[in-house]
């Protein structure tokens, strides 16, 4: 698998992880050369407040 990109923030745990999980079996059990192009999601618009309640927990 190649990574053609990155997430300038860190909202992979909680929004989507668990897509790039699935994403990264089927790539795993794909033939050689295969890809996969994965959409971004809507991150929340309150996103900002949402990461600061996590860094104060």
């Known amino acids: 698998m190649k990574m053609l990109g990155t997430v300038p923030i860190s909202l992979q745990g909680e929004w989507i992880r668990p897509e790039l999980d699935r994403v990264k079996d089927r790539m795993n059990d794909a033939p050689r050369e295969f890809w996969e192009l994965v959409a971004a999601i809507d991150v929340p618009t309150s996103w900002e407040k949402l ?6 927990a």
């Open 51 to 56: 990461q600061e309640g996590h860094k104060r």
